[in-house]
């Protein structure tokens, strides 16, 4: 069993779209067991994004994120990392495959609806950011 992190990022709070997300998860067997809306703060975003600090598109990325809110999930399965990221697709959404959330939902390759960790090392680092091990259910 593994534990990851997501988050329906402010695009995606904004179009509606946190119960189609969640519905994607819930529907490949994966269980929500934290859940959680908070706006972030610019310099929070800048933390939870520090692996990005050099990119070009890392100002727009964190302004981005703390445009509106966000739901942050704690999301438990078998291989969880993976299937979480497989559900998601790719980051550009035009690349993503059909039916994906990006695909689906997504607006470009920035605003691409979802957030999932993409490795142990991130869900370990990520997954504090937004809960602590005692308010995780199941
Ligand atoms: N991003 C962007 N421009 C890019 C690449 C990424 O705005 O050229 C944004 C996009 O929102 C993406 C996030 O930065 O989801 C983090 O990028 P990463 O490469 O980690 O993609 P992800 O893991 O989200 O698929
Ligand atoms: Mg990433």
């Known amino acids: 069993m593994e534990i990851t992190l997501s988050l329906v990022k402010p695009d995606g709070v904004r179009k509606n779209f946190i119960g189609d997300v969640m519905k994607r998860f819930e529907q490949n067997g994966l269980k929500i067991v934290g859940l959680k809306m908070l706006h972030l703060t610019k310099k929070q975003a800048e933390g939870f994004y520090a692996v990005h600090k050099e990119r070009p598109f890392f100002h727009d990325l964190t302004a981005f994120m703390c445009s509106g809110p966000i739901v942050a999930m704690a999301i438990k399965g078998e291989n969880a990392i993976k ?5 998601m697709g790719a980051t550009d959404p035009g690349k993503a495959d059909k039916g994906t959330i990006r695909r689906d939902f997504g607006n470009g390759i920035e605003e691409n609806v979802v957030h999932g960790s993409d490795s142990k090392e991130s869900a370990q680092f990520e ?3 937004f809960f602590d091990a ?3 259910n199941g």
């Open 83 to 87: 299937k979480v990221r497989e559900i």
């Open 127 to 129: 997954l504090p950011y």
């Open 134 to 136: 005692l308010s995780l």
